[in-house]
């Protein structure tokens, strides 16, 4: 057993990975709307039932996915062990190991749902049908986190992460850093003031360590990508499980597992359905009176234009193309 004060130090460290995780939650709330690229039935199953697919982030479409900025963490631990003595290199030995994925895999997951910009000739491609879907966008408010019921009880649903996809190895270190950064300070201060009595206690101090870190750990991967997708400009929508005690049912385990959450906000946050540049000419009537038959009717429907540009940020309200 571990003393009370390095118990409390543990909980302090777990705190502060989940504060910057919402710091930068924050920091990354979306300006405009952002768009879900899907196909006409998935649409309105989504609307009907007012809940999200969240896919597993061990079975994504891309196997490299996870990977990409799990390699970005090793890297920084195996500089660790180069500049550290004792317990510290010991613990950096470890999690630099390959294998440390597979035991956290059996430890934490997320859940994901992934959104970009409008009118992305890439997006439609990849997860539109091949540009016969369509996309619906949701206002910025929609990303912005609800307050919970009971704040001083979240349910697991209620606990839902919003992370800015950031590209490239630079931006993953530097989210990275951040999590190693104050795990060896916390090791340096644990010893420094001989809270640990035996090399017993010391590796269950690490083990405890190291799982606080695994959600944010994991978070940072799976909100980091190869700069090869950087024109995705893509956000996501992150929800937690603990694969030990899973608060979340989880469907379709054995295959592609995913978790089916509610989204209250979901009806009144849609502001416009595009339909795919590929699609047949009757889609544009077929989303109308699917809308209209759920007392949507108000909202947009647009069609994409295979000559149109990816909106900016700046040129969103200027690429809407009406259909009349």
Same mark, same amino acid.
């Given at each position: 057993?571990?003393?009370?004060?390095?118990?409390?130090? *543990?909980?302090?460290?777990?705190?502060?990975?989940?504060?910057?995780?919402?710091?930068?939650?924050?920091?990354?709330?979306?300006?405009?709307? *952002?768009?879900? +690229?899907?196909? =006409?039935?998935?649409?309105?199953?989504?609307?009907?039932?007012?809940?999200?697919?969240?896919?597993?982030? +061990?079975? !994504?479409?891309?196997?490299?996915?996870?990977?990409?900025?799990?390699?970005?963490?090793?890297?920084?631990?195996?500089?660790?062990?180069?500049?550290?003595?004792?317990?510290?290199?010991?613990?950096?030995?470890?999690?630099?190991?390959?294998?440390?994925?597979?035991?956290?895999?059996?430890?934490?997951?997320? $859940?994901?749902?992934?959104?970009?910009?409008?009118?992305?000739?890439?997006?439609?491609?990849? +997860?539109?049908?091949?540009?016969?879907?369509?996309?619906?966008?949701?206002?910025?408010?929609?990303?912005?986190?609800?307050?919970?019921?009971? /704040?001083?009880? /979240?349910?697991?649903?209620?606990?839902?992460? @919003?992370?800015?996809?950031? +590209?490239?190895?630079?931006?993953?270190?530097?989210?990275?850093?951040?999590?190693?950064?104050?795990?060896?300070?916390?090791?340096?201060?644990?010893?420094?003031? %001989?809270?640990?009595?035996?090399?017993?206690?010391?590796?269950?101090?690490?083990?405890?360590?190291?799982?606080?870190? @695994?959600?944010?750990?994991?978070?940072?991967?799976?909100?980091?990508?190869?700069?090869?997708?950087?024109?995705?400009? =893509? !956000?996501?929508?992150?929800?937690?499980?603990?694969? %030990?005690?899973?608060?979340?049912?989880?469907?379709?385990?054995?295959?592609?597992?995913?978790?089916?959450?509610?989204?209250?906000?979901? %009806?009144?946050?849609?502001?416009?359905? !595009?339909?795919?540049? %590929?699609?047949?000419?009757?889609?544009?009537?077929?989303?109308?009176?699917?809308?209209?038959?759920?007392?949507?009717?108000?909202?947009?429907?647009?069609?994409?234009?295979?000559?149109?540009?990816?909106?900016?940020?700046?040129? $969103?309200?200027?690429?809407?193309?009406?259909?009349?």
């Amino acid at each position: 057993m571990l003393c009370e004060k390095v118990t409390e130090a *543990l909980d302090r460290f777990q705190t502060a990975c989940d504060r910057r995780m919402a710091n930068a939650n924050a920091a990354n709330e979306p300006k405009i709307p *952002l768009f879900h +690229y899907t196909n =006409e039935e998935a649409l309105f199953s989504i609307l009907d039932s007012g809940q999200f697919w969240f896919t597993s982030i +061990y079975h !994504m479409d891309d196997p490299e996915e996870l990977s990409f900025g799990f390699n970005v963490a090793r890297e920084l631990f195996k500089d660790a062990v180069e500049r550290s003595t004792g317990l510290s290199r010991a613990f950096c030995r470890e999690l630099g190991e390959e294998s440390e994925l597979e035991r956290i895999k059996e430890l934490i997951a997320f $859940y994901s749902v992934s959104f970009g910009l409008r009118d992305v000739a890439q997006q439609w491609a990849d +997860y539109a049908d091949k540009g016969c879907g369509i996309a619906f966008g949701l206002a910025p408010e929609f990303f912005r986190p609800a307050a919970f019921d009971d /704040p001083e009880n /979240p349910r697991p649903d209620e606990i839902i992460f @919003y992370g800015k996809i950031a +590209y490239g190895p630079v931006n993953g270190r530097a989210r990275h850093t951040k999590v190693v950064d104050a795990a060896l300070a916390l090791i340096e201060q644990t010893q420094r003031r %001989k809270r640990l009595s035996s090399g017993k206690e010391a590796m269950l101090f690490c083990r405890h360590l190291a799982a606080s870190m @695994y959600t944010e750990i994991i978070w940072n991967c799976v909100t980091t990508k190869d700069a090869k997708w950087c024109h995705q400009n =893509e !956000m996501r929508i992150l929800a937690r499980n603990f694969l %030990k005690d899973p608060k979340l049912p989880i469907v379709n385990e054995e295959i592609r597992p995913r978790v089916e959450i509610g989204q209250p906000r979901l %009806k009144q946050s849609i502001v416009e359905v !595009m339909i795919g540049p %590929k699609a047949d000419e009757g889609a544009v009537e077929r989303v109308r009176s699917g809308l209209a038959s759920r007392g949507l009717e108000k909202i947009l429907v647009s069609r994409s234009s295979d000559q149109q540009p990816a909106a900016s940020l700046m040129g $969103y309200n200027r690429s809407i193309n009406k259909i009349r």
